[in-house]
T-cell receptor, first 113, second 115 residues
Framework: LAKTTQPISMDSYEGQEVNITCSHN???????ITWYQQFPSQGPRFIIQGYKTKVTNEVASLFIPADRKSSTLSLPRVSLSDTAVYYC??????????????FGRGTSLIVHP | DSGVTQTPKHLITATGQRVTLRCSPRSGDLSVYWYQQSLDQGLQFLIQYYNGEERAKGNILERFSAQQFPDLHSELNLSSLELGDSALYFC??????????????FGPGTRLTVL
C-alpha cells in the first residue's frame, strides 16, 4: 500500500496559483493518483485523477513526473471558496484483492483576501 | 449534489445505545464505502461492500457492523456506543470495485453525538 505524505497546511491569496505536492515514494506500477477536496462538515469531492505526465480538467491540473514518486495538484487563480482540505490518494485496480482507501490528514489550504 | 443520500443528518444518543445509519448510493453504483471522521483521527475507512458482498475492511470496531441490501442501499450499525464514537459518518459510492482507480462520490454525512 503506497503511503502518501502531504504538507499539513498551506496559505495563499486570492488570484494566486496554488501547488500542493504529495509524495508517494513506493507507488506501484498499476497505481493511480487521485485528489479529493473537502469543505467543513461535507463529504470529500473528487477533483482529478491521473497516472502519468499531466492531466487537466476544468478545475485543476495534476502533474506527475516520470518517476511517479510525487504528484502536484495545481489550482489556478484560487478564490476564497477554494479554502478546504485536499487529500491525495494512491491506489491501483483491486482485482481480486481489497483496496483500503487511505485519506490521511490531507492539506488544509486557507485562501486569504 | 453527489447523488448519494444519507439519513439521518443528525443523531444524538446516549452511551450504551445502538443506532443505524442509512445510505443510498448513486443510481447504478454497486459499491458502497463507509468512513468515520473525527477531529483527532481524520477520515478513516471502515468498510466497503460491492453488490451485496463485503469487499474490504478497514479499522472497523467489532461493535460496528454493516450490510448492503439487494436494492444496494447500505446500513451501518453502531452498538454499545461510547463517547469516542461521536463523529461524522460518511458513505460513498462508486460504480464498480476497481480499487484505487474508482471515483468515490460522497454523501452529506450523518453527525453522531453520543452523550
Amino acid at each position: 500500500l503506497a503511503k502518501t505524505t502531504q504538507p499539513i497546511s498551506m496559505d495563499s491569496y486570492e488570484g494566486q496559483e496554488v501547488n500542493i505536492t504529495c509524495s508517494h515514494n513506493n507507488i506501484a506500477t498499476n497505481d493511480y493518483i487521485t485528489w479529493y477536496q473537502q469543505f467543513p462538515s461535507q463529504g470529500p469531492r473528487f477533483i482529478i485523477q491521473g497516472y502519468k505526465t499531466k492531466v487537466t480538467n476544468e478545475v485543476a491540473s495534476l502533474f506527475i513526473p516520470a518517476d511517479r514518486k510525487s504528484s502536484t495538484l495545481s489550482l489556478p487563480r484560487v478564490s476564497l471558496s477554494d479554502t478546504a482540505v485536499y487529500y491525495c490518494l494512491v491506489g491501483g485496480p483491486a482485482s481480486g484483492g481489497s483496496y483500503i482507501p487511505t485519506f490521511g490528514r490531507g492539506t488544509s489550504l486557507i485562501v486569504h483576501p | 449534489d453527489s447523488g448519494v443520500t444519507q439519513t439521518p443528518k443528525h443523531l444524538i444518543t446516549a452511551t450504551g445505545q445502538r443506532v443505524t445509519l442509512r445510505c443510498s448510493p448513486r443510481s447504478g453504483d454497486l459499491s458502497v464505502y463507509w468512513y468515520q471522521q473525527s477531529l483527532d483521527q481524520g477520515l478513516q475507512f471502515l468498510i466497503q461492500y460491492y453488490n451485496g458482498e463485503e469487499r474490504a475492511k478497514g479499522n472497523i470496531l467489532e461493535r460496528f457492523s454493516a450490510q448492503q441490501f439487494p436494492d444496494l442501499h447500505s446500513e451501518l450499525n453502531l452498538s454499545s456506543l461510547e463517547l469516542g464514537d461521536s463523529a461524522l459518518y460518511f458513505c460513498a459510492s462508486s460504480a464498480l470495485a476497481r480499487g484505487g482507480t474508482d471515483t468515490q462520490y460522497f454523501g452529506p454525512g450523518t453527525r453522531l453525538t453520543v452523550l
